[in-house]
């Protein structure tokens, strides 16, 4: 129970958050397909993307709570069967309506994998280990944040909803495997469920801003948010200014799960040890933000890729080390810690790809990029000299 030794059925575990974040992302190189095929506006099919988004940040800390009183497993064993089923309705949609409500119950299922797995995680690794096993949790999260949308840029070639049939029939194999193979994790669970606090909780986000560990949870939104405005400005980007094909900007974001994989896996404990935790956070935001502001005076694929592999070089030292501090740290139960902290990756998720789009069409190519960037390297400077980041 103690060390990362119960690695094994853990990889069940990385399955169920890559599907998850491989769900999230196949949908943004589709995204132009599905505007011309339902003719909707650059509004409506950023909403689409963000609908996803919006739906985990309300559900997560419910789920998280959840899991603290009936345990891990049930939850994630109840995410995956409603994940499959709701991937399978996305790919049969015929209407606006029927993307938005699959999106939705996306959302709604994909909370309860992801809160749930942190936490899953935090039971079984000791404080001195966590490092390890977020890094292949994020390495999971990661890889699935970069080849769902390579994925669906490849596979649509197939037929526009292949990559969401996929995605279900993942799903459902890994809610067998989980069934069988994935143990408990939590030995002690809560006596009763606690609903006063209100369903959604944000009374509890809002006080988890003023508390110690607010820095954590403002940079996981700014992360998230770069992240994911990202994914749907350079597919944008890279179609218009530099006329590459949706199959080629899918395989740009496979090299970035490749990395990403390797990053977290393999080099993220040495990186920690080095620099220290809270060092390593305020690195890799660094370079994230660089690769970003970059990103837009590409003129060529080779300088585009260039600067997508120096942001996800960035990018994969930051979360599972953020996630790492806050299981350090928090003084709760690492189900619903995890599900706050999951809200505020998913509020970034829902302005990311909101604000991507709009800014691309309204202020021009560079300020979607530009504005991550910045936002970024702004608040690096408040946390770290306001807030006291390196003494927390």
Same mark, same amino acid.
Do not use: C
């Given at each position: 129970?103690?060390?990362?030794?119960?690695?094994?059925?853990?990889?069940?575990?990385?399955?169920?958050?890559?599907?998850?974040? @491989?769900?999230?992302?196949? !949908?943004?190189?589709?995204?132009?397909?599905?505007?011309?095929?339902?003719?909707?506006?650059?509004?409506?099919?950023?909403?689409?993307?963000?609908?996803?988004?919006?739906?985990?940040?309300?559900?997560?800390?419910?789920?998280?709570?959840?899991?603290?009183?009936?345990?891990?497993?049930? $939850?994630?064993?109840?995410?995956?069967?409603?994940?499959?089923?709701?991937?399978?309705?996305?790919?049969?949609?015929?209407?606006?309506?029927?993307?938005?409500?699959?999106?939705?119950?996306?959302?709604?299922?994909?909370?309860?994998? !992801?809160?749930?797995?942190?936490?899953?995680?935090?039971?079984?690794?000791?404080?001195?280990?966590?490092?390890?096993?977020?890094?292949?949790?994020?390495?999971?999260?990661?890889?699935?944040?970069?080849?769902?949308?390579?994925?669906?840029?490849? =596979?649509?070639?197939? +037929?526009?909803?292949?990559?969401?049939?996929?995605?279900?029939?993942?799903? *459902?194999?890994?809610? $067998?495997?989980?069934?069988?193979?994935?143990?408990?994790?939590?030995?002690?669970?809560?006596?009763?469920? %606690? $609903?006063?606090?209100?369903?959604?909780?944000?009374?509890?986000?809002?006080?988890?801003?003023?508390?110690?560990?607010?820095?954590?949870?403002?940079?996981?939104? =700014?992360?998230?948010?770069?992240?994911? %405005? %990202?994914?749907?400005?350079?597919?944008?980007?890279?179609?218009?200014? =530099?006329?590459?094909?949706?199959?080629?900007?899918?395989?740009?974001?496979?090299?970035?799960?490749?990395?990403?994989?390797?990053?977290?896996? @393999?080099?993220?404990?040495?990186?920690?040890?080095?620099?220290?935790? +809270?060092?390593?956070?305020?690195?890799?935001?660094? $370079?994230?933000?660089?690769?970003?502001? *970059?990103?837009?005076?590409?003129?060529?694929?080779?300088?585009?890729?260039?600067?997508?592999?120096?942001?996800?070089?960035?990018?994969?030292?930051?979360?599972?080390?953020?996630?790492?501090?806050?299981?350090?740290?928090?003084?709760?139960?690492?189900?619903?810690?995890?599900?706050?902290?999951?809200?505020?990756?998913?509020?970034?998720?829902?302005?990311?790809?909101?604000?991507?789009?709009?800014?691309?069409?309204?202020?021009?190519?560079?300020?979607?990029?530009?504005?991550?960037?910045?936002?970024?390297?702004?608040?690096?400077?408040?946390?770290?000299?306001?807030?006291?980041?390196?003494?927390?």
């Amino acid at each position: 129970m103690e060390k990362i030794r119960k690695q094994p059925p853990l990889f069940f575990l990385y399955l169920t958050v890559f599907i998850t974040i @491989v769900g999230f992302g196949m !949908i943004f190189p589709l995204l132009p397909y599905y505007a011309r095929q339902f003719n909707a506006s650059e509004w409506t099919v950023g909403l689409l993307a963000a609908s996803y988004a919006i739906a985990q940040f309300l559900l997560s800390p419910i789920w998280g709570r959840l899991s603290d009183r009936y345990g891990r497993k049930p $939850i994630i064993i109840i995410s995956l069967l409603g994940l499959g089923l709701s991937f399978l309705f996305f790919g049969l949609s015929d209407s606006l309506f029927g993307l938005f409500i699959a999106r939705i119950l996306q959302g709604i299922f994909s909370a309860a994998a !992801i809160s749930s797995a942190s936490a899953y995680v935090a039971d079984v690794t000791s404080k001195d280990q966590r490092i390890k096993g977020m890094g292949l949790l994020g390495a999971s999260f990661s890889a699935g944040f970069i080849f769902g949308p390579g994925i669906g840029g490849v =596979l649509s070639a197939v +037929h526009l909803s292949f990559p969401f049939f996929l995605a279900a029939a993942l799903a *459902l194999v890994n809610f $067998i495997s989980v069934f069988l193979f994935l143990p408990e994790s939590l030995s002690k669970k809560t006596e009763k469920l %606690n $609903i006063r606090e209100g369903l959604f909780n944000l009374k509890r986000m809002f006080n988890a801003l003023k508390g110690e560990m607010g820095s954590f949870f403002i940079l996981a939104f =700014l992360w998230s948010f770069a992240l994911t %405005n %990202n994914e749907v400005a350079v597919p944008l980007f890279g179609m218009e200014n =530099l006329n590459l094909s949706v199959a080629t900007i899918g395989y740009f974001f496979s090299v970035q799960g490749v990395l990403a994989v390797i990053m977290q896996s @393999v080099l993220l404990y040495k990186i920690t040890h080095f620099f220290g935790e +809270h060092r390593a956070v305020v690195l890799g935001l660094t $370079i994230m933000a660089i690769g970003l502001f *970059l990103v837009p005076f590409a003129n060529s694929h080779i300088l585009l890729l260039l600067f997508m592999v120096l942001m996800t070089l960035g990018s994969s030292m930051t979360r599972p080390t953020l996630v790492t501090l806050v299981s350090k740290q928090t003084k709760e139960g690492q189900g619903i810690t995890m599900g706050i902290f999951s809200s505020f990756e998913s509020l970034g998720r829902v302005f990311g790809p909101l604000l991507g789009g709009w800014l691309f069409s309204t202020f021009g190519f560079h300020s979607p990029f530009t504005i991550s960037a910045v936002l970024i390297l702004l608040t690096l400077v408040f946390v770290v000299q306001i807030k006291g980041f390196f003494r927390n």
